[in-house]
């Protein structure tokens, strides 16, 4: 017969099985691609979750990859010159985006 120390550590060693079993359940994973108006993949835009410190980079053909919790609603996406947008990802796992050029990206004026 087990003893009663054996008993309660092999239930708390199921008890930390389950929980971080539901703990990691609560993650998604967001994959995309950030192009330009024309369609030419944007190469290094920055993909951030909104308000939080999580986030990643478009690879060479403009695809990214995020994995965040479920709580997270919205991306915000980023690059120089263009302007920045938040994405909706409730309910969607796949997300493709157009960035417009920045007004600001069209001065010709240079300031010495």
């Known amino acids: 017969m087990l003893s009663k120390l054996t008993a309660m550590r092999l239930l708390l060693a199921a008890c930390v099985l389950f929980l971080s079993t539901a703990l990691w359940a609560q993650q998604k994973t967001v994959k995309g691609h950030i ?3 024309n369609n030419q993949p ?3 835009a920055s993909v951030v979750a909104k308000n939080t410190s999580l986030g990643t980079t478009t690879d060479d ?3 990214f990859s ?3 919790p479920t709580s997270i609603t919205t991306l915000t ?3 120089l010159g263009y ?3 938040d994405v ?3 309910g969607v796992s796949n997300v493709n985006v157009s960035l417009t050029p920045s007004a600001l990206a069209n001065l010709n004026e240079v300031v010495i």
Do not use: K, W
């Open 83 to 85: 302007e920045t947008r």
């Open 35 to 37: 192009s330009d108006a």
């Open 66 to 68: 995020l994995t965040v």
């Open 42 to 44: 944007i190469i290094g």
């Open 61 to 63: 053909a403009g695809n």
């Open 77 to 79: 996406i980023s690059f």
């Open 88 to 90: 909706s990802i409730s």
